[in-house]
C-alpha cells in the first residue's frame, strides 16, 4: 500500500520539537499511522510501511494467548492481574503484590520468572537493590507481569516452564500466530527478534501494528477466535491502568483522563500505541532516536486532531504533558511542541 504515501521523502517528518528561548535545540523524527480494524489506513505521519518492533507495545497480544490457554478462568485471575499482563510497570509495591499474587495462584516461585533483573533506573528499585532482596527484584522487573502470565499459561497447558521464553516453545508459537493475525502479516515474513527481557519480538509495518491496535479498540474486527480473549484484555487495561504502568506512567494518565475509553501501552525505544474505543481507531507513533520525552506532547496533539478528547481531558493531558519546560529553580527555560504533521487518507 505504498501508493498511499508516494512522494514523501525518505528521511521521516518532524513530530516534534525543542526550543530554549525560541531557538529550535533538538527535534524528533519519526512516523504515525492510524488506522481501522479492517486494515484501512485512516491518516499517517510519514511512511506508514516503515517497519518497527512494537517491543512492549506487543504485550496485550501475548496476553491473549494467556486468556485462550484457559489459565485466566482456572486461577482467577482479576482486571489487575490481566493488565499487569499487558504492562510495563515502575515496580512499585502493587506490581509486585500482584505478580507475587499470580504465581501464589500458580504454585511458581519469582525464580521460575525468566527476566531478568532490571537495572535499579528508579527510586524504588534502587532501594530493592540495597536491600539486596533477590525476590522482590524479580518482581519489580517491568516485565515481571508478562512473565507470570506466560508462566500460568504453561501450568494450565502443561506445558514445560524452564524454556518458556524460547522461541520454539509451543507457548511462544502460538503468540506468534496471534500476533500474524491481529497485524495482518503472514505468520512466515514476520521479522523476528529477541526483546530485553528474553522473549521473542516482532517487527511490522506501523500501519499494520496499528490494525491491530484498532482490534483492541473495536473487538468486533478481531479474527473471530481471539474476539472474546482481546475484549476482556481491553477492559481489564481500561479498568486498571495503574498495573500497565504506575506512577506518573504516560500509559496510565492517558487510560486515568480519559476513563480507560483510550488504551495506551508504549514500548522501547520510541514506540507508543493506543486503541480509541469508541472510535475504533488503532494509532502506532515510533520515533526514529528511541525517545521518550516528546510522546507526552505529540500523543496529545494527535487526539486532539482525531477529535477523540472529551470536555476537560485536553486540559488535564495539557497539565501532565506540559509543554513548558523549566530550570531547577522554576524558571521557564524552554518549551517542547508537537510539530505533527498528520495527513489523512482519502
Not at 106 to 119: E, F, S
Not at 200 to 225: K, L
Not at 246 to 264: F, H, P, Q, S, Y
Amino acid at each position: 500500500m505504498r501508493d498511499e504515501a508516494k512522494g514523501m521523502s525518505d528521511m521521516p517528518p518532524i513530530l516534534a520539537e525543542l526550543t530554549r528561548n525560541g531557538t529550535p535545540e533538538s527535534r524528533h523524527r519519526g512516523w504515525v499511522a492510524v488506522a481501522r480494524g479492517d486494515g484501512t489506513l485512516v491518516a499517517h505521519a510519514g511512511d506508514p510501511e516503515q517497519l518497527t518492533f512494537p517491543r512492549s507495545a506487543m504485550k496485550p497480544f501475548q496476553a491473549v494467548a494467556v486468556v485462550e490457554s484457559g489459565a485466566a478462568d482456572r486461577f482467577a485471575f482479576s482486571d489487575e492481574e490481566l493488565a499487569i499482563c499487558c504492562g510495563s510497570h515502575h515496580g512499585e509495591r502493587r506490581h509486585r503484590e500482584t505478580v507475587a499474587g499470580i504465581l501464589a495462584k500458580i504454585g511458581q516461585p519469582a525464580t521460575a520468572l525468566l527476566g531478568a533483573i532490571d537495572p535499579p533506573y528508579n527510586a524504588e528499585r534502587e532501594r530493592l537493590a540495597e536491600a539486596g532482596d533477590e525476590v522482590a527484584q524479580r518482581l519489580a522487573q517491568n516485565c515481571s507481569g508478562k512473565h507470570a502470565g506466560m508462566l500460568a499459561a504453561c501450568v494450565a497447558l502443561g506445558y514445560p516452564t524452564e524454556t518458556y521464553d524460547a522461541a520454539d516453545h509451543p507457548h511462544q508459537r502460538a503468540i506468534r500466530s496471534i500476533v500474524a493475525q491481529f497485524w495482518d502479516v503472514p505468520e512466515d515474513q514476520l521479522v523476528a527478534g529477541l526483546d530485553n527481557c528474553t522473549l521473542p519480538a516482532f517487527a511490522a509495518p506501523i500501519r499494520n501494528v496499528a490494525t491491530g491496535w484498532a482490534r483492541i479498540a473495536d473487538p468486533d474486527s478481531a479474527p473471530a477466535e481471539h474476539r472474546e480473549a482481546i475484549r476482556r484484555i481491553g477492559e481489564a487495561m481500561g479498568r486498571e491502568p495503574f498495573m500497565v504502568a504506575g506512577t506518573a506512567g504516560l500509559n496510565t494518565i492517558l487510560m486515568d483522563v480519559t476513563g480507560g475509553r483510550v488504551l495506551a501501552k508504549d514500548g522501547a525505544e520510541g514506540v507508543v500505541c493506543l486503541a480509541i474505543r469508541d472510535k475504533g481507531l488503532g494509532v502506532t507513533v515510533k520515533l526514529e532516536d528511541g525517545s521518550f520525552r516528546a510522546h507526552g506532547v505529540i500523543v496529545r496533539d494527535l487526539l486532539r486532531r482525531l477529535d477523540a478528547l472529551k470536555p476537560g481531558e485536553d486540559t488535564a493531558l495539557a497539565a501532565a504533558f506540559g509543554e513548558r519546560l523549566e530550570s531547577n529553580r522554576h524558571q521557564h527555560v524552554g518549551d517542547i511542541r508537537s510539530t505533527l504533521d498528520l495527513r489523512f487518507v482519502g
